[in-house]
């Protein structure tokens, strides 16, 4: 697969939609919900971080977002997201 200029991808030959499909769906993360929240995005582009979180937390987002159908970064977005609206919501008050 190779990214077309504005955003297109061209398949290699003998590589059809059905076999990205069936990729897509066998990944780590796939799962059977739906993203609950669209992932917030500074220009189009997400920003990696790096941090330290106690290891029962861990287990318990680990736990939740595969229940989500959700990878763990889709986790700690959704609950930051979640923490934003909420603190925007009681500052609004």
Same mark, same amino acid.
Request: hydrophobic letters at 45%.
């Given at each position: 697969? !190779?990214?077309? *200029? +504005?955003?297109?991808i #061209?398949?290699?030959? +003998? =590589? #059809?939609?059905? $076999? =990205?499909?069936?990729?897509?769906?066998a990944?780590?993360?796939?799962?059977?919900?739906?993203? #609950? !929240?669209?992932p917030? =995005? $500074? +220009?189009?582009?997400?920003? *990696?971080? %790096?941090? !330290?979180? $106690?290891?029962?937390?861990?287990? /318990?987002? $680990?736990?939740?977002?595969?229940?989500?159908?959700? %990878?763990?970064?889709? +986790? @700690?977005?959704?609950?930051? %997201?979640? @923490? =934003?609206?909420?603190? /925007?919501?009681?500052?609004?008050?």
């Amino acid at each position: 697969m !190779t990214a077309k *200029p +504005g955003g297109g991808i #061209t398949l290699k030959p +003998g =590589v #059809t939609e059905a $076999d =990205v499909q069936a990729k897509i769906a066998a990944a780590p993360d796939a799962g059977a919900h739906a993203r #609950t !929240t669209a992932p917030v =995005v $500074d +220009g189009g582009r997400k920003k *990696p971080i %790096s941090l !330290t979180i $106690d290891a029962k937390l861990l287990a /318990e987002l $680990d736990k939740k977002a595969k229940a989500l159908g959700l %990878s763990r970064a889709a +986790g @700690f977005a959704l609950a930051v %997201s979640r @923490f =934003v609206a909420a603190e /925007e919501r009681e500052a609004n008050r």
